[in-house]
Antibody, heavy 124, light 107 residues
Framework: QLQLQESGPGLVKPSETLSLTCTVFGGSISSNNYYWGWIRQPPGKGLEWIGSIYYTGDTFYNRSLKSRVTISVDVSKNQFSLKLNAVTAADTAMYFC????????????????WGQGALVSVSS | DIQMTQSPSSLSASVGDRITITCRASQNIKNFLNWYQQKPGKAPNLLIYAASGLQSGVPPRFSGSGSGTDFTLTISGLRPEDFATYYCQESFSTPWTFGQGTKVEMK
């Protein structure tokens, strides 16, 4: 069974860069029809899709964050990463790494797997 | 971006009840609509994909319907483990967007 595990600092100073890595266990990050993404959830609030990446390196970003976000993939390590720069307190959230599946029978995407989440606080 | 609006924002129900949550999209998204359940302190869990497809391992008391702009999630025979927050999510176009959530509480 596929598992996703986030890792990275839990505290980031304002104006600095938030960096998280997601390691994929139990499956290959190079599989067709799988996209690897990040979703965040501020405390007590709803879900926001940040972006996703295909193993070839093709990226898709939420334009609300696009100027500050970079998602990359390391196929050799079965990992993908998130960098969010110039953070503010508004970026304090639980960050989930996810696997998005393109289910070609119904030509639909859905988020099939989630990591447990990494709480990142932005504070000086 | 597509806006997703859920109603109600919260509801109180009892074990055994049949409940319905609605989700409305700001434009036609065909059947590209997914439903997730989230329990406190946990990641969301996929229940329904493509509006009505039941995810493997999800009990059949969960069902989804709708197309275009209006969708529903129904739980037939609420069980204690179903008290949680439910989110809809469109997968018609990026950025994927979510509804604001519906919290199902015990009456």
């Amino acid at each position: 069974q596929l598992q996703l595990q986030e890792s990275g600092p839990g505290l980031v100073k304002p104006s600095e860069t938030l960096s998280l890595t997601c390691t994929v266990f139990g499956g290959s990050i190079s599989s067709n029809n799988y996209y690897w993404g990040w979703i965040r959830q501020p405390p007590g609030k709803g879900l926001e899709w940040i972006g996703s990446i295909y193993y070839t390196g093709d990226t898709f970003y939420n334009r609300s964050l696009k100027s500050r976000v970079t998602i990359s993939v390391d196929v050799s390590k079965n990992q993908f990463s998130l960098k969010l720069n110039a953070v503010t307190a508004a970026d304090t959230a639980m960050y989930f790494c996810v696997r998005e599946i393109y289910y070609d029978i119904v030509a639909s995407y859905h988020i099939a797997d989630w990591g447990q989440g990494a709480l990142v606080s932005v504070s000086s | 971006d597509i806006q997703m609006t859920q109603s109600p924002s919260s509801l109180s129900a009892s074990v055994g009840d049949r409940i319905t949550i609605t989700c409305r999209a700001s434009q036609n998204i065909k059947n590209f609509l997914n439903w997730y359940q989230q329990k406190p302190g946990k990641a969301p869990n996929l229940l329904i994909y493509a509006a009505s497809g039941l995810q493997s391992g999800v009990p059949p008391r969960f069902s989804g319907s709708g197309s275009g702009t209006d969708f529903t999630l129904t739980i037939s025979g609420l069980r204690p483990e179903d008290f949680a927050t439910y989110y809809c999510q469109e997968s018609f176009s990026t950025p994927w967007t979510f509804g604001q959530g519906t919290k199902v509480e015990m009456k």
